[in-house]
């Protein structure tokens, strides 16, 4: 059964750092690409951030460019997002997500990154 | 990048069938066959139920069917029954430099 963990989540400051962890098990991890998609209270999903297999390929969403920071170990079965310069907008729950394909196929529980002073 | 077009909301009673539309554009829902719908119950997180336009995962129900004219995708759901009462969004793949992937806005489907 394909799991995914999500980790790290909290109350920050604006302009602080948090890192999210996500530890995926009942798959083969290194054989997958790899999603951050977040959604606002009340809000609809917003897409945040891939990474391909082996690292070789990643994209982010513009809203997050230049501040947040995805990576994988494929040892650990683990995926990250550092999150720096984080504003009141980046408030919502981080869902940790698989791609098979074009789609996202399996999503972890979430974490919820509260932004505020 | 903007988000797909979706209904607000769309209503429905028991064993009728709705229909949800998801508008985007030539570069990503009319460019490629990679649409894909998810339905998400509160406080849940968001479920796989149509992927690559019209293809259904395992265990998803075959009242849930797919389709795509042009730069609209539609989700089908016949016989609704009351577990279908959820928010249902859609995605593409976009071609665009920066992007992956592209949410609709959503849409609430009431079971009456």
């Known amino acids: 059964e394909v799991q995914l963990v999500e980790s790290g989540g909290g109350l920050v400051k604006p302009g602080g750092s948090l890192r999210l962890s996500c530890a995926a098990s009942?798959?083969?991890?290194?054989?997958?690409?790899m999603n951050w998609v977040r959604q606002a209270p009340g809000k609809g999903l917003e897409w945040v951030s891939s990474?391909?297999?082996?690292?070789?390929?990643?994209y982010y969403a513009d809203s997050v460019k230049g501040r947040f920071t995805i990576s994988r170990d494929n040892a650990k079965n683990s995926l990250y997002l550092q999150m720096n310069s984080l504003r009141a907008e980046d408030t919502a729950v981080y869902y940790c997500?698989?791609?098979?394909?074009?789609?996202?196929?399996?999503w972890g529980q979430g974490t919820l990154v509260t932004v505020s002073s | 990048q903007s988000a797909l077009t979706q209904p607000a909301s769309v209503s429905g009673s028991p064993g009728q069938s709705i229909t949800i539309s998801c508008t985007g554009t030539?570069?990503?829902?009319?460019?490629?066959?990679?649409v894909s719908w998810y339905q998400q119950h509160p406080g849940k997180a968001p479920k796989l139920m149509i992927y690559?336009?019209?293809n259904r995962p395992s265990g998803v129900s075959n009242r849930f069917s797919g389709s795509k004219s042009g730069n609209t995708a539609s989700l089908t759901i016949s016989g609704l029954q009351a577990e279908d009462e959820a928010d249902y969004y859609c995605?593409?793949?976009?071609?665009?430099?920066?992007?992956?992937?592209?949410f609709g806005t959503g849409t609430k489907v009431t079971v009456l």
């Open positions: 009942g798959f083969t991890f290194s054989s997958y690409s």
């Open positions: 990474i391909s297999s082996s690292s070789s390929y990643i």
């Open positions: 030539s570069s990503d829902v009319g460019g490629y066959n990679y």
């Open positions: 690559d336009v019209s």
């Open positions: 997500a698989t791609s098979s394909g074009w789609y996202i196929d399996y």
């Open positions: 995605s593409s793949y976009t071609s665009s430099s920066t992007h992956n992937y592209v």
